[in-house]
């Protein structure tokens, strides 16, 4: 088959009759699948049922500091919890903060904060003329989402092979006082698969930033969600902010939202001791202290970082086989179309996937009325707005693999009909 942008108008048109009763097929057979949100599939949450049976009314609540965790306090997690961390981290445990299960809302609390009181003595965020943030794309539509809530002006940065563009990042982070921060997930990154290279890990430490409270928002989320049995290494950028002189240039956050049961899991904060030092004392008047049974009831499950990171095999068993089904129906699918590209992740949640330009919206309706739920197109971009209107998030792991076939099945036909109908209106 040609490529669609090579046919003639006739072969064009003879294609979208063909598409058009290929399209029709699927309708009739009223699906309803959706992959909207990357979630965990059933069997993954079976993995931690044990999780529940591991705290009961025999189990000894005293931790090994000697507190009963029935009780209030312990502000930045139980001991054994944050030494998890640390040791996956490879910091002390004086940098690290274990709360509740939302790492998001950990993000929130920190712009929040910045908002009303300033970062380590600067200006509060919300008396300044005006606050922009950095946010690489295609991106995480839920920090989008926060810096939208407070009136922060966001800025695309187009994100390369080894990660964001970091030449337009250095120019402008190191000539205007008024970006503040940038969002990252630097590793298996959501939705492209992405992890930034050294060189990329390296220049993000050793910027020289306009506004002394300029913040990197490192959310680690994928750290240890490989796909394959090869981790994909991700330079210490905390240890790199250290050696270049910015310790308090960077928080990152994590949690268990993917790995035990999202809305039940942990999540937490690493930094440097000052940063975390300041973050506590704002937790002094905003909480008595965490959910430390269920802390307890996840350090009793894992036990240890070898724990965790078996829990994380297991993972990987379950949904790599999607990924795979993904890879193997988009190429089936697109063929010698030449009107997609998409990403191989080798960790993750997400797919990303570029159509025709003009035409993501179109797919995504197209497939929504076909009976398959997607990502709002747009949506990985700030304000939902695409320039390209090319890309398109999938999150492969909640359906079976037989139903994800389906799905990428009606999409690389939704995606084919939508191009070959731009391209004769051309």
């Known amino acids: 088959m040609a490529s669609y942008k090579e046919m003639s108008r006739q072969e064009l048109l003879e294609e979208k009759e063909k598409l058009q009763k290929e399209y029709d097929g699927y309708k009739a057979e009223n699906l309803s699948l959706n992959m909207a949100r990357g979630i965990p599939s059933k069997a993954q949450l079976e993995l931690s049922m044990g999780l529940l049976d591991s705290v009961n009314s025999s189990t000894d609540l005293t931790g090994i500091n000697g507190a ?8 930045d997690g139980i001991p054994e919890a944050k030494q998890l961390f640390a040791d996956l ?6 940098q690290i ?21 300033g970062l380590l003595g600067s200006t509060p ?34 994100m390369n092979e080894d990660g964001p563009d970091m030449d337009f990042i ?17 590793k298996y990154a959501n939705p492209t698969g992405i992890t930034y290279s050294d060189e990329v890990v390296r220049r993000f430490a050793n ?51 993917k790995i035990t049961f999202p809305g039940a899991g942990l999540a937490g904060m690493a930094s440097s001791k000052e940063n975390i030092t300041a973050i506590k004392k704002r937790m002094m008047v905003q909480s008595i202290g965490p959910d430390k049974i269920n802390q307890l009831r996840h350090m009793k499950f894992f036990v240890n970082l070898d724990g965790l990171l078996d829990q994380m095999k297991k993972h990987a068993e379950i949904i790599r086989p999607k990924f795979e089904a993904v890879e193997k129906t988009l190429t089936e699918g697109f063929a010698d179309s030449g009107i997609a590209t998409w990403s191989k992740p080798n960790g993750g949640y997400f797919v990303s996937l570029n159509v025709l330009d003009g035409c993501a919206k179109k797919t995504v309706r197209l497939c929504k009325d076909a009976g398959v739920t997607l990502t709002k197109a747009g949506a990985t971009y700030p304000y939902g707005n695409d320039p390209k209107d090319s890309n398109i998030r999938i999150a492969p792991t909640s359906p079976t693999v037989e139903e994800l076939t389906e799905a990428m099945k009606v999409l690389a036909c939704s995606a084919k009909l939508a191009a070959v109908q731009k391209l004769l209106e051309q």
């Open 68 to 75: 009963d965790y029935r009780n209030y306090g312990i502000l």
């Open 89 to 94: 981290f490879h910091v002390t445990t004086d």
């Open 97 to 117: 903060i274990v709360g509740g299960n939302s790492s998001l809302t950990l993000m929130f609390d920190t712009i929040s904060s910045a908002m009303a009181h």
């Open 125 to 158: 965020w919300a008396s300044l003329p005006e606050v922009k943030f950095l946010c690489p794309v295609p991106g995480y539509d839920r920090h989008f989402g926060i810096t939208e809530y407070f009136g922060i002006k966001m800025i695309p940065v187009e």
């Open 170 to 186: 250095e120019k402008i982070v190191e000539r205007d006082p008024f970006v503040k921060g940038v969002w990252c997930v630097p």
């Open 207 to 257: 910027l020289h930033p306009a506004a002394k409270d300029f913040r990197i928002f490192w959310d680690n989320a994928y750290c240890i969600h490989h796909l394959f049995h090869e981790d994909v290494q991700l330079l210490d950028i905390l240890k790199e902010c250290e050696k270049a002189g910015n310790p308090n240039m960077v928080y990152m956050y994590f949690s268990t939202s």
